[in-house]
């Protein structure tokens, strides 16, 4: 059975740093990329960032491109979320995500539970 | 950026009834688009990819359509477990990966 399980989600100050993980299992994790998708309190889904599954290339949302780092410990089935410089903006329930396999397309078939990630002072 | 536009934003309905809904896209995606249900406090659920395809264990009801720019997503008859928000997500033109803005289904 394929697992994600996100964690480090914590209350951090505008400015701050903070380090997301997901522990993959039940699957050949390096065989997949990976994505970060976040949802702020009663809003939408939005994008953040990708990563292959070697971890050779990197994609990102303007948003966050030069403040967050993704990238993915194949040794250990875990995908992290390097987030500097936060934002109030940036507070959101973080799910991690892998693509799904069977289209050419980047779509998401099996998804964490999420965890909140609140940048207030 | 592809902007997706989904449309209602609402949707009002009795359980056993047809639900429409639309996503519209500001340029051609082709057919890498796929649709998501969210219920409340839950990770989203992929039910359709590449326009049209259902995932795995996807119940019949539900079928996407559509390419180029506008898209349909139909559940033939509502079932209790179906009220929830719907998501659209293009691939098309990347990066960004973008979202519509979602409907939600509601028991009328």
């Known amino acids: 059975e394929v697992q994600l399980l996100e964690s480090g989600g914590d209350l951090v100050q505008p400015g701050g740093s903070l380090r997301l993980s997901c522990s993959a299992s039940g699957f050949i994790f390096s065989s997949y990329a990976m994505s970060w998708v976040r949802q702020a309190p009663g809003k939408g889904l939005e994008w953040v960032t990708a990563?292959?599954?070697?971890?050779?290339?990197?994609y990102y949302a303007d948003s966050v491109k030069g403040r967050f780092t993704i990238s993915r410990d194949n040794s250990k089935n875990t995908l992290y979320l390097q987030m500097n410089s936060l934002r109030v903006e940036d507070t959101a329930v973080y799910y991690c995500a892998s693509r799904f396999r069977y289209s050419s397309g980047w779509f998401f078939d099996y998804w964490g539970q999420g965890t909140l990630v609140t940048v207030s002072s | 950026e592809i902007v997706l536009t989904q449309s209602p934003a609402t949707l009002s309905l009795s359980p056993g009834e047809r639900a429409t809904l639309s996503c519209r896209a500001s340029q051609s995606v082709s057919s890498y688009l796929a649709w998501y249900q969210q219920k409340p406090g839950q990770a989203p659920r992929l039910l359709i990819y590449d326009a049209s395809n259902r995932a795995t264990g996807i119940p019949a009801r539900f079928s996407g359509s559509g390419s180029g720019t506008d898209f349909t997503l139909t559940i033939s008859s509502l079932e209790p477990e179906d009220f929830a928000v719907y998501y659209c997500q293009q691939s098309r033109n990347w990066p960004p990966l973008t979202f519509g803005g979602g409907t939600k289904v509601e028991i009328k």
């Open positions: 990563i292959s599954g070697s971890g050779d290339y990197t």
